[in-house]
């Protein structure tokens, strides 16, 4: 079975400092790992994805995330946070198989980003 | 190219009716998935169609139901509706050719209140 730990369910950041938000897996074998934001009354908005190659992937609206196989940790990070990052992000993992039970994405319990002026 | 299309987006019942909800996906996606996402469990999959065809369906009980029809559009369908159902349910499509991995994108949500 996979899974996903989102360490904190929130995180404040002043507005211009550096942020991480943490998420680590358990999937067997090699993960596909992503990144989505939820907005108020809103759906999932993709940020970025992991499948293989360079350890630091970067996505949408200056967010990157750095994967670290050893620690099987896939933290988001962002150099300089806006008041409008301010949200919910969830971390999602997909086992890097075909076949039945490879077509879900799991998510973590998800991390509420406040960043404050 | 528009995205994912779900309705409606807010829906209330009462307990015990049956409701229906539809998904379009992003024009040429043939993979539709199936989320419900509550407060206590977080984000939960319930089912992934290809093609017509249920591929993958997560631990629900058997009154949660889904399709897909030939133009890849979907509906789940919850029947004997129990408190427990209140959720935001979030449809995501993607590409899903063979041999790839395609990213996930997910519709608005349909909001559905059971009283």
Known sequence: ?117 | KAGVTQTPRYLIKTRGQQVTLSCSPISGHRSVSWYQQTPGQGLQFLFEYFSETQRNKGNFPGRFSGRQFSNSRSEMNVSTLELGDSALYLCASSLETSGSLDTQYFGPGTRLTVL
């Open chain 1, 1 to 117: 079975a996979q899974s996903v730990a989102q360490p904190e369910d929130q995180v404040n950041v002043a507005e211009g400092n550096p942020l991480t938000v943490k998420c680590t897996y358990s999937v067997s074998g090699n993960p596909y790992l992503f990144w989505y934001v939820q907005y108020p009354n809103r759906g999932l908005q993709f940020l970025l994805k992991y499948i293989t190659g360079d350890n630091l992937v970067k996505g949408s609206y200056g967010f990157e995330a750095e994967f670290n196989k050893s620690q099987t940790s896939f933290h988001l990070k962002k150099p300089s946070a806006l008041v409008s990052d301010s949200a919910l992000y969830f971390c999602a993992v997909r086992a890097a198989y075909s076949g039945a039970g490879s077509y879900q994405l799991t998510f973590g319990k998800g991390t509420k980003l406040s960043v404050i002026p």
